[in-house]
């Protein structure tokens, strides 16, 4: 029988568990804005771009998610300024990016031969890893994002609905991107300790995905996004620690199977095939429209 | 009826668009057009397709560049122009938004309230309030919690209506925005119109294919084609020359009901037949 509680006497795992929280929320909260952003990839070109911080930092033996960080953010500035002058399509940038990323990596590993097993931990994640320092790191990152997000919250709906009008409601839309796609780079990094930098994206994307099967409005969906992510995370640890897997794949499986289950919840009770709704202004034939004056002294015809 | 503002005092400009020149792609698409929208107008704007009535509706909102010439919007130069919250657009192709876009109507009529001075500001008490009326105006009350997804195409065009309104524009920038709506519905939209000039004196920039709508409605004409020929409407206005001039002499305009009145006793629109005598 698992023992859950026991489980929480371990430090590492306490430590482990905290990181995962708060990569799930982060995850989850900029996934379902990536995700209707159709730019699901922002996050693996982003997550690769570290995997070449990573072994920058091992190379020079500088705290790796610090040059993570360094190679993931200049990464996202380019993307943007790629993109927005127009020289590239934003997924060739992305796709740019995603090379380089992998190309330091490898050559890098090739050249320092000696790290190739903390290399691994940083590609699939693990449990074991998660320092104090990491784990201020990734709370201090998740926190700033959040509050990002908290903050300006209608921004983003807005911003991701429609840009054009984002842009004529004053909305600094420019500004707003390169400081999303910060945002996704904070994330990747904070995440790259529990799942992995070659299995970061599909954290970013899977709850999103299954949380957009079952609700019709965007608050809804980021709720979902929220519990599908944590609990995608949470039993991916407890799985990862009671087999002996790789953090990052059990994680991502797990999330799998709750977007196949998502998926078929909504085929089976048809969440996503209601029926029109009625409009009710014209539904007897012509009539007569009143409106209330605004100085109100009651309706007016017009 | 009558199509005049009614009040000289309430003459302020709020568009003036001066010989402005608009190239895209090398390509001339505006030349040097001139019209003026002063508050409580309705201006329509008809044209053939790629005449630039949409451009003309971008370049105002300062969405694209001019080559040359001047738009001010209540005065201020567009490149300088930050008051968007006294301007409502609902856009060409609104209702073609992601379908699988999860939003509920009301989420999407109360992302209007957004405005520069309120970013990162949450919604307050006024602004649900005026979220809660843009609902209601747009007859949108029982569909407010539901998937815009699950909506027709009439009752979408009528939440970025909404959206338009919410922040109780001092301008509204109407680009197409009955397409797609029946006429009962257009019939209701243009009561709308007509409420928001008489009571908060808002002024009108709609781009409409209907030109029955647009000579009941508006009280100044504009027909775009390249070039832009301007006319007030008066009762009893013949705008066929100023068409013709614009769609081309291959067209024949046949008015199906009484342009006096306004009233259509069996159909209220105006035939454009192409290929006619």
């Known amino acids: 029988m698992l023992d859950i509680g026991g489980l929480f006497a371990y430090e590492f795992f306490q430590r482990a568990f905290l990181a995962g929280i708060c990569s799930a929320l982060l995850c989850a909260a900029l996934g379902v804005f990536i995700v209707l952003k159709r730019a699901s990839l922002i996050g693996e070109g982003i997550a690769h771009l570290s995997f070449g911080g990573i072994a920058i930092g091992l190379v020079l033996a500088v705290y790796p998610l610090y040059t993570a960080l360094i190679l993931a953010l200049v990464g996202t500035l380019l993307i943007s300024l790629l993109n927005r002058s127009k020289i590239v399509y934003s997924e060739t940038a992305i796709g740019l990016m995603f090379s380089a990323g992998l190309a330091i990596g490898a050559v890098l590993a090739s050249v320092g031969g000696g790290f190739s097993v903390d290399l691994f931990a940083y590609l699939f994640g693990s449990l074991l890893t998660v320092s104090p320092q990491d784990l201020q790191i990734i709370v201090l990152l998740t926190l700033i994002a959040l509050i990002f997000i908290g903050v300006f919250y209608k921004e983003l709906v807005l911003m991701t609905f429609d840009e054009r009008s984002a842009h004529l409601s004053g909305v600094p839309v420019v500004a707003f991107e390169v400081a999303f796609n910060v945002l996704v780079a904070l994330a990747v990094v904070a995440s790259i300790k529990i799942v992995g930098a070659l299995l970061v994206s599909a954290l970013l994307i899977t709850p999103a995905a299954s949380a957009m099967q079952l609700s019709g409005s965007f608050k809804g969906t980021m709720l979902s996004a929220f519990v599908l992510g944590l609990f995608s995370v949470m039993a991916g640890m407890l799985v990862s620690f009671y087999f002996d897997l790789a953090t990052g794949g059990a994680i ?24 029109l709704a009625p409009d009710t202004i014209c539904a007897h034939g012509m009539q007569e429209t009143r409106f209330e004056a605004k100085d109100g002294s009651g309706e007016k015809d017009v | ?10 003459k302020e400009k709020v568009v003036e668009v001066i010989d402005v020149t608009v190239r895209i792609n090398n390509l001339i698409v505006l030349d040097k057009v001139s019209v003026d929208v002063d508050r409580g107008d309705v201006l329509g704007i008809v044209g053939p397709n790629g005449g630039g009535k949409t451009t003309l509706l971008n370049a105002v909102l300062g969405l694209i560049p001019i080559e040359s010439g001047q738009i001010r919007l209540f005065g201020t130069d567009i490149r300088r122009f930050k008051d968007f919250h006294k301007v409502g657009y609902v856009a060409q192709n609104a209702i073609q938004f992601d379908p699988i876009f999860p939003a509920t109507v009301r989420e999407i009529v109360s992302l209007g309230c957004l405005n520069r001075a309120r970013l990162g500001r949450r919604l307050g008490k006024e602004q649900n309030e005026e979220v809660e009326k843009a609902i209601d105006l747009m007859g949108l009350r029982n569909v407010a919690d539901r998937k815009i997804s699950d909506l027709s195409g009439g009752q979408k065009q009528r939440i970025f209506i909404a959206k338009a309104l919410v922040r109780k524009p001092k301008l509204l920038l109407l680009d197409e925005a009955t397409a797609g709506l029946d006429q009962c519905m257009q019939d209701h939209f243009h009561n709308l119109l007509r409420f928001l000039k008489s009571e908060y004196g808002i002024s009108v920039m709609t781009v409409n294919h209907d030109l029955s709508g647009v000579i009941c409605q508006a009280n100044k004409l504009a027909v775009v084609n390249r070039q832009l020929h301007y006319t007030p409407i008066t009762p009893g206005l013949d705008p066929s020359k100023m068409l013709q001039d614009a769609y081309g002499e291959h067209f024949t305009f046949i008015f199906h009901h009484d342009h006096q009145t306004c009233q259509a006793p069996e159909a209220s629109t105006i035939t454009i037949k192409e290929g006619g005598s």
Not at chain 1, 264 to 274: D, E, M, S, T
């Open chain 1, 252 to 275: 991502v499986l797990i999330g799998l199977l709750v977007f196949g289950v998502c998926v078929a919840v909504r085929k089976l009770f048809k969440l996503g095939k209601r029926e």
């Open chain 2, 1 to 10: 009826m009558s199509y005049s503002v009614g009040n000289e005092a309430l």
